[in-house]
């Protein structure tokens, strides 16, 4: 079992940037595949991010591709998103969560079996 902290949200403007932590408990972080899901008021969790139990491979949704960056130590048992040029549409609670053995190439909200408290990213206009 494994268990999920994040940090690093708060208010940024417009085509800011911000970068999520998630820290994970436990010695065997290195067999999960971890991603990033978020979650706006009103509308269903969607899928951010994920990232292979290696860091090999990483995978993005298309509304992210070559903004946001998906990273892991797996020495210090925290994955990392960073995310660039922001925009207002994408204000939500943003979620860690851990699969384990996973490969990382799942977005669906059921494969990931462990999931953080979330944090809030506001993106103002």
């Known amino acids: 079992q494994v268990q999920l902290v994040e940090s690093g949200g708060g208010l940024v403007q417009a085509g800011g940037s911000l970068r999520l932590s998630c820290a994970a408990s436990g010695r065997t972080f290195s067999t999960y595949a971890m991603a990033w899901f978020r979650q706006a008021p009103g509308k269903e969790r969607e899928f951010v991010t994920a990232i292979s139990q290696s860091g090999g491979s990483t995978f993005y949704a298309d509304s992210v591709k070559g903004r946001f960056t998906i990273s892991r130590d797996n020495a210090k048992n925290t994955v990392y998103l960073q995310m660039n040029s922001l925009k207002p549409e994408e204000t939500a609670v943003y979620y860690c969560?851990?699969?384990?053995?996973?490969?990382?190439?799942?977005?669906?909200?059921?494969?990931?079996?462990?999931w953080g408290q979330g944090t809030q990213v506001t993106v103002s206009s």
């Open positions: 969560a851990a699969n384990r053995y996973g490969t990382g190439r799942s977005r669906s909200v059921s494969s990931y079996n462990y």
